[in-house]
């Protein structure tokens, strides 16, 4: 359209992740100020994308949890090649990419046009998630960029500690769908019905859903966990609860693309990942009202259920956070104790319940929207 500048987004594909999730609301929300293509690398748009949002994707395949290495390493070297081409013929004024190999060939990119703005964003905390490799790449590339913007301050704060960033960093929270009205709150059970815990998140090992599962004999209460997501370790961890009996108990629901509707039918979400970013789930989950319990890992449950606040918690028990119940990484006794606490103090989940729902309104897409266009513009304008 006449008089909107052009930006481009660069991402992996469009699923039910949560970096991915993030980039479709993005995109939706930034078409009102600007002509956005959204470029990717593998064929997969599984979200609603906006009708006025140009989508390119580098490769005709669709992108799978189980690609070969070598077909990944095709698909990087092709999109490091062509990634810059497309930005020319759709006269791209701004590049702003999400995840690490996206990132590296937003940095090649801008190395080979250095008038080009290119803003990189970092979804995952890099000392823990990044192998050696990895780690040398992202403190090579990062700094060749105008800027940077994470989904926490604990991300920043590792790069410019740990990988020597010297380039603006900035951070945009996570954008979610927010409700005007609360939903109806999820009593507890009557005596023959299960406790029902939902998680959600790919089925890989930074997720940590062995030690969810390797939880659930501790409980002396009846529980339901359904798992939403697909991954690497579907059938390890379907194996694992085979093994343990737990097949009556844990149920595997792969992707939804109704995720709001379904964690609405719970009586609390569980995540337990051994890091993260800002945990897309934890914020759709306390939109919905339905009380949180988290591990306390880098990044992003801290400052989502404490305000940052630090805490220590005690091995095998759980803190009662601001917004939720939180516990140590890899805490099987203490996730079984929050578990149960949940299960027998209605009461304190009602009202993280409310607690929770309000707290997620800083988070609307309308208002983290403004703040990306603010950070966009900022840079659009730098001559």
Known sequence: MKNKKNIALFAAFISYSG????????????VKYYNVTLVLMFNTVDLAIHKDVQIIPISKMKHHYNHAASTKLKTFLYSAIIYSKILKENNIDISISFL????????????????????ISER?????????????????????????????????????????????SYVLYNP?????????????????????????????PVKNYKSLIETIPLLEEKVELNIYGAGILEEDLKNLTNSLKLNELIIFKGNSNSIDQEIQKHHCLVLTSLSEGFPNVILEAMSL?????????????????????????????????????????DDKQGLAKAISYYKNQEDVRKNYSNLSFQKAKQYDISEIGKQTKNLIDKYLCVE
Do not use: W
């Open 100 to 119: 690490v190999k996206q990132n590296i060939i937003n940095s090649i990119t801008k190395m080979r046009n250095p008038k080009l703005k290119t803003i």
């Open 289 to 329: 009202g339905v009380p949180v319990i988290a591990t306390n890992c880098m990044s992003g449950p801290l400052e989502l259920l404490n305000d940052n606040e630090e805490v220590e918690i005690e091995i095998g028990n759980f803190y009662k956070a601001k917004y939720g119940l939180l516990v140590n990484v």
């Open 176 to 204: 979610i769908y927010t409700l005007e009205q609360q939903p109806d709150f999820v009593k507890n059970p009557k005596e023959k019905n299960p406790f029902k815990i939902i998680a959600v998140g790919r089925l890989n």
């Open 19 to 30: 970096t991915e999730r993030v980039v479709c609301r993005l995109a939706n929300e930034l």
């Open 124 to 168: 995952c905390f890099p000392s823990k998630t990044y192998d050696s490799t990895g780690k040398k790449l992202v403190k090579y590339f990062y700094n060749k960029n105008d800027a940077l913007f994470s989904n926490s301050i604990h991300i920043n704060k590792d790069l410019s500690e740990n990988f020597d960033l010297n380039i603006p």
